[in-house]
T-cell receptor, first 110, second 111 residues
Framework: QKEVEQNSGPLSVPEGAIASLNCTYSDRVSQSFFWYRQYSGKSPELIMS????GDKEDGRFTAQLNKASQYVSLLIRDSQPSDSATYLC??????????FGAGTTVTVRA | SQTIHQWPATLVQPVGSPLSLECTVE??????LYWYRQAAGRGLQLLFYSVGIGQISSEVPQNLSASRPQDRQFILSSKKLLLSDSGFYLC??????????FGEGSRLTVL
């Protein structure tokens, strides 16, 4: 079982719609959770961090964490063509290492 | 503010040749430093991490090595490259918050 699992996509959404990305993790002791955005050919960029159960909103992004279900999600509201990228879920067990999912590719159709 | 730089950005090397990728962090002290590799269409694989000068932890057995000669400098090396070493190499740093910040990446093609 992989430590962090994501649907690879591609996830295609129309401009202005909500994109919903899901991530599950295997280790129950995981404490910190992150979403990164990676444009093609570029390095990953941190867009959201979440540490406790519930929702965390930052602009058009909302991260949701459910530790009991070992599930973290990212919602992108009012999707824009500039949101087209691969989104990486990452999990930290409070050691020095971050484990990444393989990423979900999102395409926003104009 | 903190910045991270890595170079070279792109390189094409023949099989069996050596490799040296360098990364430096500015604007912080005693960061944790990391080397990740991303193969085409795949996720990020942690190769090495370092919590201090001269302290290197290896995550996967391979023909690569890492060194940290200075607090904010991290180097990835190989004596003899393999075809399977091709990929996108990413240096990253954190200050124990868990939030990882990446450099621009180095794209290596081994022919």
């Amino acid at each position: 079982q992989k430590e962090v699992e994501q649907n690879s996509g591609p996830l295609s959404v129309p401009e202005g719609a909500i994109a919903s990305l899901n991530c599950t993790y295997s280790d129950r002791v995981s404490q910190s959770f992150f979403w990164y955005r990676q444009y093609s050919g570029k390095s990953p960029e941190l867009i959201m961090s979440i540490y406790s159960n519930g929702d965390k909103e930052d602009g058009r992004f909302t991260a949701q964490l459910n530790k009991a279900s070992q599930y973290v999600s990212l919602l992108i509201r009012d999707s824009q063509p500039s949101d087209s990228a691969t989104y990486l879920c990452a999990v930290n067990k409070n050691d020095y290492k971050l484990s990444f999912g393989a990423g979900t590719t999102v395409t926003v159709r104009a | 503010s903190q910045t991270i730089h890595q170079w070279p950005a792109t390189l094409v090397q023949p099989v069996g040749s050596p490799l040296s990728l360098e990364c430096t962090v500015e604007g912080t002290s005693n960061p944790n430093l990391y080397w990740y590799r991303q193969a085409a269409g795949r996720g990020l694989q942690l190769l090495f991490y370092s919590v201090g000068i001269g302290q290197i932890s290896s995550e996967v057995p391979q023909n690569l090595s890492a060194s940290r000669p200075q607090d904010r400098q991290f180097i990835l090396s190989s004596k003899k490259l393999l075809l399977s070493d091709s990929g996108f190499y990413l240096c990253a740093w954190t200050l124990n918050t868990g939030e990882l910040f990446f450099g621009e990446g180095s794209r290596l093609t081994v022919l």
